[in-house]
């Protein structure tokens, strides 16, 4: 999957391609840790994490390869690097 960021004013905006035909946008906001993406915000609250990328990214689903426990929707990465 490849991203393309725009900033436009305080929000990045990210398209998604999982193929050449599907497109999906995300707008996020900017970020230095997790918690940049949880705390009064109402575009991700409670529905992101702080990517790579210094953006607000979605949690990852069950199964999807993760890194920390804060990655994950279900709040647990495993020792398998996946999310429970």
Known sequence: MRF?????GFLWVASAHAAP????TI???T?????????DNRFVA?????GPNGACVPL???GDPCQ????CASKVCL?????Q
């Not at 970020?31 to 705390?39: A, G, Q, R, S, W």
């Not at 920390?68 to 990655?71: C, T």
């Not at 020792?79 to 999310?83: D, P, R, S, V």
Request: charged share 25%; glycine share 6%; aromatic share 6%.
């Open 4 to 8: 393309d960021y725009v900033l436009l």
């Open 21 to 24: 035909a599907a497109e999906r």
């Open 27 to 29: 707008c996020t906001i």
């Open 31 to 39: 970020c230095m840790t997790d918690k940049d993406c949880d705390e």
């Open 46 to 50: 409670g529905q992101a994490f702080c």
């Open 60 to 62: 990852v689903k069950m």
């Open 68 to 71: 920390a426990n804060s990655q």
């Open 79 to 83: 020792t398998t690097g996946k999310c």
